[in-house]
């Protein structure tokens, strides 16, 4: 039987205050950037979905939950829902409908407190095998955009090098240099460099590619679905995104965050970030948001970067915000300044920090689950492998299968 995760007082710092602002957190803000903004921009451009209506819930939902929870806590899109409907060509109406489904179910986890039920009898080392399979993949992701052509850069090769690649391990150096320096972030000059290289090399912005105006998310701005959208999504979306959503945007976040904050992170539990998901995914619906959640990788990327404290929240919130109110769809060109390769790197380092948290397995049986789960993840999905790995373990709980 699992509790609820253990404070870890070696990393706790009760007296750090619950909101700091300097370079450090703004570093930290940005950390999660390579899992969000790809995924963001593709729904907005391809799938037809409203800029403002996108941007501004998604800085509304990191303020609100760095306010609440008061250390780093990341917000993401749901990665199961946001990939099938780029492949597939999903409509707003479908999209939204797939939140409204998501929040509703992701809320009676809480209200009823279930989510702490299944979170007690969710092994550890399932938890672990979600955090490994989640960390192999956003490193593989981050790989990925580091050496595939960017669209964005006029500049493709140099010397018959994709560019990419050079940006990207220019980017991999200059993290590893400033891992531990204290003075100057990792994050902020590989992002802020990025941008400046994309400047340099990208597709050069035109004076209608920026129009500052005031914006704001309109109610159902996509009408009110059908009964065939509600229930189209429910089988193709909804059900594959549910036990990746409790796996990893619940009892791995909540675990993963109190690794890393300790008894700073009190009001992380597993009611608290299932309603929190519920909350955001509802309103979402109504002023056509995406389907969003936290997550463990998104945990581990904040905090990699720099971020200890809710102001790292209250900074990529405010930044959203006021892209979504002043720029509008605008803000999709400013995006497109920072190169693919860049986001790679912020991926890759937040995967491996989330990955190395196995390594407080020490039982050879917990390592064979961890390690089974990735397996599983690489040839099928994360949801398929959090459900396999809940039966593997307990099945090798009792005294009679060695390994």
Sequence with gaps: ???????????????????????????????????????????????????????????????????????????????IISAYAIAMGLTPLQITSASLWMGIFTLLLGITGLIHLIGRYTPTSTVR???????????????????????????????????????????????????????IPAAVIVVFGGILAGLFMGKPLKADDIQVG??????????????????????????????????????AQVDTTRQL??????????????????????????????????????????????????????????????????FGKSAMALFGLLPGAVLGVLLFFAGSQLAIMIQDLKDKKEIFVAVTMLGITLASNLAVAFICGLILAHALKTQKIKL
């Excluded at 391809?46 to 929870?69: D, E, H, K, R, T």
């Excluded at 998310?217 to 979306?237: C, E, H």
């Design 129 to 183: 095998g979600v955090q490994l399979a989640g960390g192999i993949l956003l490193m593989i992701k981050g790989v990925q955009f580091i050496i595939q052509p960017d669209p964005n850069l006029v500049v493709q090769a140099v010397a018959s090098i994709n560019v990419g690649i050079i940006i990207g391990i220019i980017g991999i150096v200059i993290t590893f240099i400033l891992l531990d320096n204290r003075k």
């Design 261 to 326: 904050f300790g008894n700073r992170a009190e009001k992380m539990s597993y009611r608290s970030i299932s309603n929190s998901q519920g909350i955001a995914n509802i309103l979402a619906f109504f002023f056509g948001g995406i389907p969003m959640c936290h997550g463990a990788g998104g945990a581990a990327a904040h905090y990699f970067f720099g971020a200890r404290t809710g102001g790292a929240n209250l900074m990529i919130g405010t930044i959203f915000v006021v892209l979504g109110v002043f």
């Design 1 to 79: 039987m699992k509790e609820q995760p253990t404070l870890n007082t070696e990393q706790s710092k009760p007296t750090l205050p619950a909101f700091v602002f300097n370079r450090f957190e703004f570093a930290g803000a940005l950390g999660d950037l390579g899992t969000m903004l790809p995924l963001v921009i593709a729904l907005i451009i391809i799938n037809g979905m409203n800029a403002v209506n996108v941007l501004i819930p998604i800085g509304v939902f990191y303020l609100i939950s760095g306010l609440y929870f008061k250390v780093t806590c990341p917000v993401q899109p749901m990665k």
């Design 214 to 251: 005031f914006y704001l998310p309109s109610f159902m701005p996509y009408g009110i679905p059908s009964w065939s959208d509600l229930l189209l999504i429910v089988p193709i979306v909804v059900l594959p995104q549910i036990p990746m959503t409790i796996g990893n945007a619940c009892i």
